[in-house]
């Protein structure tokens, strides 16, 4: 077993706070300077500690209720958020607005949001002193999703002079953390913060700065204690993490050469090398100039087939956010004269992450102008699935109308009604319900399918009314699939529930116990759910389908109560 790596660092700073504005929310300056450490952390941690003293001074807004928020007038990347939250996490000091001798709050702790207890220790004419201690570290669902565990032990003492001054902050903290099959990363720290000086500025003193303020905060961004990294700095690390420092020109020499030799799909050496590469380009796309994009679209535009070259490409500028590589995918679309390249981009341009207004209107114009048969349906399911991410935009409403004309003389209605789903327009789930009713096995299966992208409310009384008459079991199985995932509404379970232990065909209701099983990994009505038709279901297979389930959920980790033999 190895030795768990251990790291000790100790230091000394002098922090000073200045009160720039006391009505309201106060404002602050916060500086600290001066710091000392012990030989083994200079010589560790040097380069780390002059960057976090290069971060003071900071603006500290002090709620009413004591919680802390800053901002600096420069940019203010995520390691150096959370090295100042650390700074200023020990004097937040959430207050009762009851003046109870015990309350707890909810606030930001710099490693998440965290649920507090405070304490009165004593109360006399010197002094009054509070314990303050983490309950509950809040996690997200994602944290929850990812097995994350996050304790932080100990408490801090606070200690209030007679006229309500912060006059001292002492106290041990120790921090757990762990994630599913990793060890668990321990925290300790102990710190003591004792008020030394206080003194008034002069007046003038304190206008200038006051003035320097209103200038440095007329365009800043405010941020709580906890401000972990947003989706783009987490985007940006990991394209610097994948390129390692590559420079522009080397990743366009192993795309050309890449380019000139095809990569066999029986090789999954050269598949998993051309993957790799996708990757690094994408990761090109966020790190580097538009000298870099131009010539990635560049060699695109030359390529005179679809050929494994060209869908590597095409993958590129698809998942790019940049408006060039989205432009270059529009204007190709238009030139080409490859049907093949045409139908390729129309399927990839599904996948663009935040496309422009602009580009979506002139999507629209070609699909409905220029394109015909399959290019025009491939050119509508990516513009529904598009415009359908926000459904109220007028040109939903106008792209519904046009499927809606495309879908009643179509002879296979499937691909608009697909479209129509994507959609989410309210006005045509009537539609959708209709062919759900009136439709081939395959069509009513797909109509089930396009409502499962509308809300639970607006679908949900609809496939109750359709599972009771609907003869057929591949429809009633899927409307159990779907309505799964809207677990969470009252509806739905009822729905479920009626399924399990009503349809006369053990494959409906073995969908039941199928759809179930993911959400009872997180949810214990699911389970108890299972639970009851692993003991009760009239149908001895279902009772040994939900065993099954039950027993592979336990191997996971889930707590699965006892079940009990059925009668």
Request: hydrophobic share 40%; aromatic share 6%.
């Amino acid at each position: 077993m190895e030795e768990p790596l251990t790291l000790r660092q100790t230091y000394r700073y002098q922090l000073e706070q200045t009160i720039l504005q006391n009505t309201g929310a106060t404002l602050l300056t916060v500086e600290w300077r001066r710091w000392q450490t012990d030989a083994a952390s200079q010589q560790a941690f040097g380069d780390l500690l002059r960057e976090i003293q290069s971060l003071s001074p900071v603006y500290v807004r002090r709620q009413p209720t004591g919680a802390l928020e800053f901002t600096r007038p420069t940019n203010t990347p995520a390691w150096a958020r959370q090295a100042v939250g650390s700074i200023l996490h020990p004097f937040q000091f959430v207050r009762d607005p009851k003046r109870r001798e015990q309350w707890e709050t909810q606030e930001a702790h710099p490693n998440g949001r965290a649920r507090c207890r405070y304490r009165l220790v004593k109360r006399d004419a010197k002094q009054t002193v509070y314990n303050k201690a983490v309950v509950e570290v809040l996690l997200t669902p994602e944290e929850k999703q990812l097995g994350k565990t996050h304790q932080i032990l100990g408490h801090l003492e606070y200690t209030f002079d007679a006229q309500g001054t912060l006059v001292r902050v002492r106290g041990t903290l120790r921090e757990r953390v762990a994630l599913r099959g990793l060890p668990v990363s321990h925290n300790d720290m102990t710190l003591d913060i004792r008020l030394t000086t206080r003194r008034r500025l002069p007046s003038e003193h304190l206008r200038a700065l006051q003035q320097r303020a209103r200038r440095a905060l007329a365009a800043t961004q405010w941020y709580a204690l906890h401000a972990p990294p947003t989706e783009q700095e987490q985007e940006y690390a990991r394209a610097q993490s994948l390129l390692q420092g590559e420079t522009p020109q080397a990743l366009l020499q192993a795309l050309d050469r890449a380019l000139e030799t095809p990569a066999p799909l029986n090789d999954p050496a050269a598949q998993q090398s051309r993957l790799e590469l996708q990757r690094k380009l994408e990761a090109g796309f966020i790190l580097y100039d538009i000298a870099f994009v131009q010539a990635v679209i560049d060699r695109l535009r030359t390529r005179p087939n679809a050929d494994d070259g060209f869908w590597m490409l095409l993958g590129v500028l698809s998942r790019a956010s940049r408006p060039e590589a989205q432009n270059a995918l529009l204007a190709v679309l238009q030139e080409s004269s490859s049907a093949e390249q045409q139908q390729a981009i129309a399927r990839q341009l599904m996948f663009l992450a935040s496309p422009s207004a602009e580009l979506l209107r002139d999507l629209w114009a070609f699909t409905r102008e220029r394109a015909t048969g399959d290019l025009q349906t491939l050119l509508g399911l990516s513009l529904s699935a598009l415009v359908g991410r926000n459904p109220e935009q007028p040109l939903a409403q106008e792209i519904a109308q046009w499927c809606l004309q495309q879908l009643e003389r179509a002879e296979d209605p499937i691909v608009w009604l697909n479209m129509l789903g994507n959609l989410r327009r309210n006005e045509t789930l009537p539609i959708l319900e209709r062919y759900a009713r009136t439709g081939n096995e395959q069509v009513r299966q797909a109509s089930v399918v396009a409502m499962a992208k509308f809300t639970a409310t607006d679908v949900l009384p609809v496939w109750t009314r359709l599972y009771e008459q609907e003869p057929a079991l591949t429809v009633r199985q899927a409307i159990i699939e779907q309505t799964a995932s809207f677990w969470e509404n009252p509806q739905a379970r009822q729905l479920l529930e009626r399924a399990a232990f009503n349809d006369p065909e053990p494959q409906a209701r073995k969908a039941v116990v199928q759809a179930l099983a993911p959400v009872a990994a997180r949810d214990k009505d699911a389970l108890a759910l299972l639970v009851r038709i692993a003991e009760t279901n009239s149908m001895p297979a279902i009772r040994r389908e939900a065993m099954i389930v039950l027993a592979v959920l336990r191997t996971e980790g889930v707590q699965v109560p006892p079940v009990r033999s059925a009668p």
